[in-house]
């Protein structure tokens, strides 16, 4: 991708530029806590967004999108956000930079990516945050925190293009590291680096390539269910509650919030137990909890879909480790850990069986645990 870059950068631009990169992500667990104060558990990955970028003495930003082929310029100021989407991104990332005060001059950029689009690996977090770590190098002798850059990745998104998001995609994308996972707690915002060195298995998404749009938004009414029963147990958010507490308001939750409120509280647990097992690299008790959780998101969350609970008993027949829907659901994909040798087997069963039932293969997107935001050396 490199070569390829440089070659587009020279003949567009006459010059030579730095090459700076960042990745997508994934989440191994830790599904609809964010917004109950819970973990999360994210790992940057070996799909990345690549730019080559060279100053260019105006105060315009001059940028060329390899995969799209197409090209846009624009200026610094709020009133020049341009009208394509995939410049907004980085406009939005240089106004952002500006608002905190500090500098973006202008400059020529080249940028490609194999990142998927909208598969759920974040490719806009990866493209954020690319370039929030390459203004800061090339503008600001990196005095910007790197928290700072995911919250101005975050606030691209927010103020630029239109996606409420949480911190968890630029977070994982900035401060991503080749063999860890992180642990966030996205109450706090503190994180822990855990060490990922799976040997001897893989990590596959298997993306179901459907999105069942839901017309009752589901998410703002599963959000609804766990304050209500925070407020029922008299804490801030479930954060703070347990299954104890659960079990003993039984009788003043309806049956529906108890559900959603006994995956969160599990869920949050399941987190912790993970950390610890990757300690011992006790991938089974990973494994299990990863069935865990997309059981809960199936039946108590109930944010599933038959397509995923499909690809998730596929899994399980295949002696797959741990395998579950990644992201919010109904749709979108699943992340299995699989033991090298049943991984052939798996994926040519899973697109068998999925293409028999749903006309159309899942698409597989191995990935490997990776650095996030960097400066590429020569
Ligand atoms: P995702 O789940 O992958 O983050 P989004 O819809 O949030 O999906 O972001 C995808 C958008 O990001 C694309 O529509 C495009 O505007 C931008 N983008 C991502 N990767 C690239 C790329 N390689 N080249 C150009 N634009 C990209
Ligand atoms: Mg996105």
Known sequence: MKERISKLFNERFGTKGQFYASAGRINLIGEHTDYNDGFVFPGAIDKYIMACINVNGTDRVR????????????????????????????FGVCREVIKRG?????????????VPLGAGLSSSAALESCF????????????????????IGQSTEHNY???????????ASVFGKKDCLMRLDCRSLEYEYFPFKADGYKLVLLDSKVKHELVDSPYNKRRQSCERVAATLGVKSLRDAD???????????????????????????????????????????????????????????????????????IARECGVTGSRIMGG??????INLVKDELYDNFIATAKAKFNERYGHEPVVYPVVI?????????
């Open 102 to 114: 500090f500098v973006v001059r202008g400059f020529d950029v080249v940028f490609a990516g194999n």
């Open 243 to 313: 299954m104890a507490m659960l079990e003993a308001a039984k009788d003043r939750i309806s049956e529906e919030d108890f559900m959603r409120a006994r995956y969160v509280i599990g869920e949050k647990q399941r987190v912790l137990d993970v950390c610890d097992a990757l300690q011992r690299d006790d991938f089974e008790t990973v494994g299990r909890c990863m069935y865990e959780t997309h059981n809960g998101l199936s039946k108590d969350y109930e944010v599933s879909c038959v397509e995923l609970d499909y690809l998730n008993d």
């Open 329 to 334: 659901g109904f749709g979108g994909c699943t």
């Open 370 to 378: 990776s650095d996030g935001a960097h400066k590429c050396e020569d």
């Open 132 to 151: 929030a770590f390459a203004m800061n190098d090339m503008f600001n002798d990196n005095k910007i925190e790197k928290f700072e850059l995911a919250l």
């Open 161 to 171: 293009c239109g996606v409420n998001c949480g911190i968890m995609d630029q977070f």
């Open 63 to 90: 940028v060329y999108s390899a995969d799209m082929d197409a090209y846009c310029e624009f200026g610094l100021n709020e009133a020049d956000a341009p009208a394509e989407q995939w410049a907004r991104y980085i």
